[in-house]
């Protein structure tokens, strides 16, 4: 079985964006920003596991027209999000249409990669058993916002992930924003968080501050992350997919902690400048890091 170097699993949605003006479908998800990002970079070898919905099926035939590597498993039905804003766009409602199948250990067992990414969307996307099962074949890295979400009807609620002291021992790079991090840890202090989840196993701690930056923890050092200002900020939409993944394209490929995270930054300022996936290249990233002016969360 070919061992990739990093695979993304998560769903792909369809995401209906409603406002006043039109109304209009997408695809979405942390494994679709996730995927379409790392693409562009052809020193990787890729890989993405997906569940979609027999509609959702021509998504993932041009991500493979796209060059990228996808095994798919058939759901009942493709996790679809609705989103109505009204004439206030901070005024949003949020429903979820449809849910698509958890992820099973079973369905992964075949699936070789130094690093596993779980891009959970939903609370019951991967379980324990889930993670446990990755974690012996390879680094596991958690993206934390499905965890703390849940769908009660079709109404979206925040919840805390209930087993997150047993997971997060399973977990090498978890990433959080400055919400998360208080919910897992009841912590309003980046560093005081970063060290409490660092304390629960985690290995790599990526806590992103929007505007402010980031940190990056290791047990050892914090890691302050520039935040590289756009150019226009036009679509915040998967920029801390972007983020991520960037940040473990260079670990795995061998560049040190500080300098994967300026790269991931840059990456997802580039991202904030265009609706949709990031579509940049290396020179692009390589032009921020050495142009755009910076801002750092105060340690």
């Not at 060059?67 to 901070?90: A, K, P, Q, R, W």
């Not at 960037?246 to 902690?257: H, K, T």
Request: hydrophobic share 35%.
């Amino acid at each position: 079985m070919k061992k990739h170097d990093l695979c993304c699993i998560g769903h792909i949605t369809l995401d209906r964006i409603i406002t006043p003006q039109k109304s209009i479908d997408m695809p979405g998800g942390s494994a679709y920003y996730c995927s379409y990002a790392v693409s562009r970079f052809k020193d990787l070898d890729y890989s993405l596991v997906t569940s979609v919905g027999a509609s959702e099926m021509h998504v993932v035939d041009q991500l493979r027209k796209d060059g990228i590597d996808v095994t798919v498993f058939l759901s009942e039905h493709s996790l679809c999000f609705e989103n109505i804003y009204h004439e206030n766009i901070d005024d949003r409602i949020q429903r979820v249409l449809a849910k698509a199948n958890p992820f099973k250990a079973e369905q992964l067992k075949d699936i070789e990669a130094k690093i596993y990414h779980l891009g959970s969307l939903m609370a019951d996307d991967f379980d324990l058993e889930d993670i446990k099962t990755l974690a012996k074949k390879g680094l596991v890295a958690v993206d934390s916002q499905g965890y703390l979400r849940e769908v009660r009807g079709t109404k979206v609620y925040p919840i805390d992930w209930k087993e997150k002291k047993e997971a997060l021992k399973f977990v090498h790079f978890l990433k959080v924003n400055e919400h998360e991090m208080e919910v897992l840890t009841g912590c309003k202090d980046p560093k005081q968080a970063a060290q409490i989840l660092y304390d629960w196993g985690v290995k790599e701690v990526l806590v992103t501050l929007g505007s402010m930056g980031s940190i990056i923890y290791d047990g050892k050092t914090f890691y302050n992350i520039p935040a590289y200002v756009p150019q226009e900020a036009v679509d915040a939409t998967g920029c801390g997919d972007t983020y991520t993944i960037g940040y473990l394209y260079q670990r795995v490929n061998g560049v040190d902690i500080e300098k994967a995270g300026n790269f991931a930054a840059a990456m997802s300022t580039i991202k904030l400048e265009q609706s949709g996936p990031f579509l940049g290249n290396k020179e692009d990233i390589i032009r921020c890091l050495n142009s755009a002016e910076k801002t750092f969360y105060q340690l």
